[in-house]
C-alpha cells in the first residue's frame, strides 16, 4: 500500500509533532496527503492545503496540496487583503514586512490553484503561504511552472503538489521582522494515476529565465539534500528510494 494517508491518521502516526489546529479536518477539496516532513515540529493543516511554518525565516518551509482536475477554474475572485496566519502560534509574520521591500509577496500555494470556491481563494491570501519573490520571478518563470502544474493536473486527472523556498542561514532579509529571501524554490509534484507512482522536482534559482522547464528539473534526493526535508517518508523504502534518485522527465509532458 502507498503512503496516502489522512489527516486523522497523521495524527495517530506524528503525536510528536505540534498540529496547531487540531480541530480540523481535512476535507474533500484537500483528499489525502503524502505529507513531508517538517524540520520545524509546526505543522498546520488549513481546509485547502497544509504548511510547516519555520519561524527563523518566517514563512513555510513547506506548502503541501493536493490540486485535482476539479480543482482547475477561471472564476476570477474579488482579491482579498493579505491577513496573518493566526494559527501559526509562534507567530506568523505581518504582510507589513513586504512594504516597500521590492520583493511581491509570493504564493507558495498559489491563487490560481484555488479559485474552485472564494474560501479557498482566499486561504491562500494568509501570511503563513507567502514568501518574498523579484517580480520578474513571480510573474515570470515561476508563474510558467505554475501553470505547467495546472495542466499536469489536468492531463493526470490530479496531482499532490509540494512547494517552498529553499532556506538556511545567512540569506537576505527584510522588514522589521527579518523575513528571509530563499535564493532559490523548489516544487515537487508527485502523479498516482492508477496507482503508478510518478515524480517530478524542480529547483529554480531567484532569478528570471528564459530556459525552458525541463532544464529545472532535479532529483527529489537533490532537493532533499538542499533542505533537510524528508518528501515522501510514508512511501515503502524501495518505492520512495528509486522516485526519489531519478531526475528523469520523460514519463512527463512538456
Given at each position: 500500500m ?9 495524527l ?9 489546529n ?5 476535507k ?85 490553484d ?31 511552472l505554475?501553470?505547467?502544474?495546472r ?14 523556498g ?23 509534484i ?65
Amino acid at each position: 500500500m502507498i503512503g496516502i494517508y489522512s489527516y486523522d491518521y497523521f495524527l495517530e502516526s506524528n503525536a510528536k509533532t505540534e498540529i496547531v489546529n487540531e480541530g480540523a479536518t481535512l476535507k474533500e477539496n484537500t483528499n489525502e496527503y503524502f505529507l513531508p516532513t517538517s524540520t520545524t515540529n509546526q505543522i498546520i493543516h488549513h481546509k485547502n492545503y497544509s504548511l510547516s511554518y519555520s519561524e527563523p525565516h518566517e514563512q513555510a518551509e513547506w506548502v503541501a496540496y493536493e490540486l485535482k482536475a476539479s480543482h482547475i477554474s477561471s472564476i476570477n475572485h474579488k482579491r482579498p487583503y493579505f491577513e496573518i496566519d493566526n494559527a501559526v502560534k509562534t507567530g506568523a509574520a505581518h504582510w507589513r514586512n513586504y512594504k516597500k521591500s521590492g520583493y511581491d509577496k509570493g504564493h507558495l500555494c498559489p491563487a490560481g490553484d484555488r479559485r474552485f470556491t472564494q474560501e479557498a481563494h482566499d486561504e491562500t491570501f494568509l501570511t503563513s503561504n507567502i514568501s518574498p519573490q523579484e517580480h520578474k520571478f513571480n510573474a515570470g518563470v515561476w508563474n510558467r511552472l505554475e501553470q505547467k502544474v495546472r495542466y499536469w493536473a489536468k492531463k493526470n486527472d490530479g496531482i499532490f503538489v509540494v512547494t517552498g523556498g529553499v532556506l538556511k542561514n545567512g540569506l537576505k532579509t527584510i522588514g522589521d521582522e527579518d523575513v528571509s529571501v530563499p535564493n532559490q524554490f523548489y516544487k515537487i509534484i508527485l502523479d498516482n494515476t492508477n496507482g503508478k507512482i510518478k515524480v517530478l522536482a524542480f529547483i529554480v534559482n531567484h532569478e528570471d529565465s528564459d530556459l525552458p522547464l525541463y532544464k529545472f528539473v532535479v532529483s527529489v534526493d537533490e532537493v532533499e539534500a538542499l533542505t533537510g526535508i524528508d518528501f515522501f517518508p510514508e512511501l515503502e523504502d524501495s518505492i520512495e528510494n528509486k522516485l526519489e534518485a531519478s531526475s528523469s522527465y520523460k514519463s512527463w509532458s512538456f
